[in-house]
């Protein structure tokens, strides 16, 4: 009896995996680097994380998943509160909506499509806030960033895919 | 009970999916909902963000720690490479300030005879508050830092922000943990400033760039390159006399000012909690500030 309890808590937390290390890498991404000019353009792990769950998982990364996930990088990063949220909530959409295209795609097709949504993500996010500011900024810094988590795309793609083989692979909850 | 699960199924299945056909377009109108709220800034909004980064303050300060020893280890790295040269533009400097030492202990002096003269009354002193940056802004379109002090320790909103090179920014939201600092080079940053020497009046007006502009001149304001600026005070919502940074570009009637403050090597920073002449601690707005020339 305690044992199939324990199993189902086991399950349950090898299930939540996908969110919580996103939640973890974003907290990671906030810290102070001392580089200069970096915090400007850090890489966008948010991004990669939805994007990397709504290819290989999206049953264990729903749409409200993502909207939490932004949500949480407003906090911590500081930027326009419900940015990230939209953001990324989007891009949870549009993926899975075309996961029939990504299934069985070689690696180069699915980097390539992440560039794709990188870039769209880069330019949205700088039209929204130009908005909510009412003014022209500088759609420089966007565009170093997209570019910089596009480079940071497969280092990232390779971890995430070592976390769903070490920690949900043991479990069968493929549907 | 087989029949009652049925039953209640009967009802929550279409609900479902209804609830999954609406729920990204609920989400989405959340999103917007939120981002105007936060626009507005919302009190709710701001106690919501405060209070998170509050609870997860103490993680990042621990994880920030070894990032910054890596960091001055490399520093020092940097140093041990460097080091003749530094000593001889040390020894230089050091010539220089020595000059300058003499100057002061001079003017001081002089000062406090006219003082005495005057009968002039000593203002209360200023307090402060030191603090860690335990969060950089990832933001592309924010400049602000986390520090790990917040209200428990007299820090408010408002209050400004200065490192050991000169002004840093302030304080924009405060938790009672930790705080939010907008750096004076971000957007939403402006900070009424003078030039030091001709004391010509601006509003220092950050554009997210590296270097924020000087708006609100007064026509025929004589600036130069190399022009210290630093706070002006008005407003009472800053102390007066913070350096802030020089002149360091005139282009096409925009000037901008190079801050001394290093924004990507910021480690400690200091809270001015209080200063002599503050208006109550509170933000003011504009049009109802008392005037605090004489």
Redesign the interface.
Known sequence: MINTALQRLDRSARLLAPFVVSVILVLLSALPVYVPGYGQIAVDVGLVTVFYWAIYRPDLFPAVAAFALGLWQDILVGSPIGLHALILLLANWAIVSQRTFFQGKAFGVIWWSFSLVALIAAIASWVIVCALNTTLISPVAALFQAALTIGAFPFMAWFLARVQHAVLRPIDVDV | MKHRAASVAKVTVPVRALLNRF??LF??L??????????AETVA?ER??SG??DL?AP??DG??RP??TV?TGVDRIENFFSVYQENERLREQNARLLEWQSAALALAAENSTFRKMLNFVPERGAAFSAAR??????????????INAGAATGIERGDAVVSGEGLVGRVAEAGLQSA?VLLITD??SRIPVVSEKGRVRAILSG???AQPKLAFLPPNARLNLGDRIVTSGHGGVFPAGLPVGTISSVDDGVIRVSPFAEF????YVRIITEFPGEVAGQIVPSTARPSRMK
């Open positions: 729920a990204l989400l989405i959340s999103a917007f909902a939120i981002m105007l709220l936060g626009k909004v919501v963000r998170v980064v997860v993680i990042m994880l920030s990032i910054a960091s940056v335990i969060g950089d802004s990832g933001g592309v379109f924010v400049r602000s830092v986390l939010r957007l939403n554009d997210n760039s990507d090597l910021l480690e």
